[in-house]
């Protein structure tokens, strides 16, 4: 097959060969680049009008063609078929030539195996539902899903779930929780527990070691105001509080609820137990009013209670922070080379960081830790 | 009969058109000395003299210009513009004369002439040469859209439209100018130029294509019916505007399951509105949503990257897979 020098652009009647990129006796694919020519406005490749093997180069490097000369021969599988009928049809090959674009010429194309319709019969048959009569057939099986043959075992959500699910979406939609980790040494809490655990049972309070670390973590709050807090960044401000009421996070069979000391910052130890005491119980038997899980201003959740040791507990908006209080256990630790063994306190404080930078959230936790282990309050 | 492509087969039609009605004129950029960009129309200056076969100046509104004012005087102007993406300069013509002046003259004066314009992509041209752009086109009343898909239609929808009262504008798919062979009638016959041409008539599906598109989706159909042999209906649309309803929403009606294939930019295109019209005239007979593929709403891209552009073989398998398993 003859492949004639086609027009690569508007206007280009001529262009020069700069190199071959096959030689005489290769192999080329359809479409692959067999030389590269400059005209007016850029040096093109060629690319290969069939697939076959290039039996003869017309022209050298440097040489000038018109578009319409035969740049190179191919041999084909169909060309070294019907080679005559080829040339027979050479008059109308002339007519392609000048050309904008690379057409598809049935003469150099390999047959075309075109579809048959004639011959064809057709053997699968399609349904004859159409989209309501699909749609109607669909609503009865759901129909029939829900009243008869449904399988599937549901827990219904009581309110408190269902407000749980609510709150705890709106808080990771609205803020950037991050949680940092602390290991508290609390020999000192447990020994002034013990001393005073038996007094507070005659006034029929159980302090807790959860008290100790509320009054600690009041006192953090009181020396550092900013976490008492909450962000108003409509106003471009932090709204500090003029009061200290801590959120307690509750256990309950009906699910999570979060009553509040209000006030914390007047109790004593014994005082914030006892509190403690009383919201759990009212928590627990469903007592609790609505007064009484709202207004706080920093959030304790202890799943040290129940055996946790690490977690990441999500803030309780709009607070700013919540202090996560892990289970204790003794360990040993070398102290300037001598072993000695401590009961710790894993805790963790999980903050907004839009509202707090994790160097001021460091400060804190060193802070808390620092009360918490010299009995400061 | 001969066996001949696309090219030949509108170069044909006009020489006959040439030698039947002496009013018919020929004009366009490079159409008689060279042929046409395309070839289209070479050898008729020699056959028929400059005066019939006009070399124009390089000026698409000249040209549109001109020909208005031949077609008021009695003429039968048949220009062409030598590419689709050339047409905008002379766009002013077409849509406030061409259009408008048998409306504008309550009927006094019409405008009949057949514009021929090489249409769509395909072919690896430079910008400007390779639109789809015939629902701009199609949206302006007062001229008819017309477009072939192999060298019988093309000779026998030209020979159609060089007798119509209207005007038109002729889209020659510069694709398969040269991909196709078929047995054409030697002398003078004509296919209607407003009816969609039933190519394969069948009762489970029915595919509507065009132009270059045709030829694809015949390229495509023996590998889908090897998976699907199912009983599909073809139609030629043949006439963008006006469309050819009543085939068209018959065979909607018949099948329940209509895909359009085309090359065009999708939005506000004429498979838009095609499905548009399917959905609101046989809601109640179809079986799966009208399902349309076409090219993208961006630029055509040049060179390799058109061919992704293009209705590939595999999206329009996937196209007619889509509809015949909906569920």
């Keep these: 097959m003859q492949f004639k020098f086609p027009d690569v652009g508007e206007g280009i009647h001529e262009g020069t060969l700069v190199n071959w990129l096959v030689k005489e006796g290769d192999e080329v694919e359809l479409d692959q680049a067999i030389c590269e020519v400059e005209t007016d406005k850029a040096i093109v490749e060629i690319p290969s009008p069939v697939k076959g093997k290039l039996i003869k180069t017309h022209h050298v490097e440097g040489d000038v063609i018109n578009v319409g000369e035969i740049l190179a021969e191919f041999e084909t599988k169909e060309n070294t078929e019907s080679k005559e009928s080829k040339e027979s049809s050479n008059n109308q090959e002339v007519k392609n030539d000048n050309v904008v674009g690379n057409l598809v010429d049935a003469d150099n194309a390999p047959k075309d195996s075109s579809f048959d319709f004639e011959n064809y019969t057709p053997s699968m048959k399609l349904s004859n539902e159409t989209i309501f009569e699909k749609a109607n057939t669909k609503n009865e099986v759901e129909n029939n899903k829900v009243s008869n043959n449904d399988n599937t075992n549901y827990i219904e959500l009581n309110n408190i779930k269902l407000t749980t699910a609510k709150r705890m979406k709106e808080s990771l939609h609205s803020t950037a929780q991050v949680t940092q980790f602390a290991d508290v040494i609390v020999d000192k809490i447990i020994k002034e527990r013990n001393e005073h655990k038996e007094e507070a049972k005659k006034r029929g309070v159980k302090l807790t070691y959860l008290a100790f670390i509320v009054k600690a973590y009041i006192k953090t709050l009181e020396d550092m105001p900013e976490f008492n807090a909450k962000l108003d960044l409509e106003n471009k401000r932090l709204v500090l509080r003029d009061h200290i009421s801590i959120a307690i996070a509750v256990n309950t069979e009906n699910g999570l609820l979060v009553p509040v000391i209000k006030d914390a910052q007047n109790l004593s130890i014994e005082g914030i137990a006892e ?103 | 009969m001969s066996e001949i492509k696309v090219i030949d087969a509108i170069n044909k039609a006009l020489e006959i058109g040439l030698e039947k009605n002496p009013d018919l004129i020929l004009l366009g950029e490079d159409i008689g000395k060279q042929g046409g960009v395309f070839r289209t129309t070479s050898g008729l200056q020699a056959k028929f003299g400059e005066e019939r076969v006009v070399d124009t100046p390089l000026s698409e509104q000249g040209i549109m210009g001109a020909a208005v004012g031949l077609s008021i005087n009695g003429h039968l102007p048949v220009p062409e513009l030598q590419f689709d993406g050339f047409i905008w300069p002379g766009f002013d013509q077409i849509i406030n004369h061409i259009t408008r002046f048998r409306t504008r003259t309550r009927g006094r004066y019409t405008t009949p002439m057949v514009i021929r314009v090489p249409f769509g992509g395909g072919i690896h041209a430079l910008e400007h040469h390779s639109e789809s752009m015939e629902a701009i086109f199609s949206h302006i009343p007062g001229i008819n859209v017309v477009i072939p898909s192999d060298p019988y239609s093309a000779k026998g929808l030209l020979l159609d439209c060089l007798e119509s009262k209207d005007p038109v504008i002729f889209l020659e798919p510069k694709k398969i100018y040269r991909a196709i062979k078929q047995e054409v009638p030697d002398e003078h016959f004509k296919i209607d130029s407003k009816k969609a041409r039933i190519l394969r008539e069948g ?18 159909l023996p590998e889908f019916l090897k998976e699907y042999p199912i009983d599909f209906e073809l139609i030629d649309l043949v006439s963008l505007s006006p469309i050819d309803y009543n085939t068209i929403l018959k065979s909607a009606k018949k099948t329940g399951r209509v895909v359009i294939i085309n090359e065009e930019n999708p939005n506000c295109g004429l498979a838009s509105e095609l499905s548009a019209t399917i959905s609101e005239k046989c809601i109640k007979y179809l079986k799966a949503p009208v399902k349309r593929v076409t090219g993208f709403d961006v630029i055509i891209p040049l060179l390799k990257t058109e061919d992704h552009y293009l209705p590939t073989k595999t999206r329009i398998i996937e196209g007619l897979k889509e509809v015949i398993n909906y569920k």
Excluded: W
Excluded at chain 1, 276 to 305: F, M, P
Excluded at chain 1, 354 to 364: E, L, S, T
């Design chain 1, 275 to 377: 509190q403690i005491q009383i919201l759990a119980e009212e928590a627990r038997s469903g007592k609790l009013d609505l007064s009484q899980i709202q207004g706080q201003t920093a959030t304790v959740t202890n799943y040290g209670s129940i055996g946790s040791k690490y977690s990441t507990p999500v803030l309780n908006s709009p607070d700013l922070i919540n202090l996560g209080i892990g289970s204790f256990e003794e360990k040993v630790y070398l102290n300037k080379g001598h072993v000695e063994s401590h009961t710790i306190a894993p805790i963790s404080l999980t903050f907004d960081h839009q509202a707090i930078d994790g160097a001021q959230a460091v400060g804190f936790l060193n802070k808390l830790q620092e009360h918490l282990e010299n009995l400061e309050y």
């Design chain 2, 203 to 220: 009762n489970d599906l029915t595919i509507i294509s065009y132009g270059a598109c045709m030829y694809d989706t015949k390229k495509a």
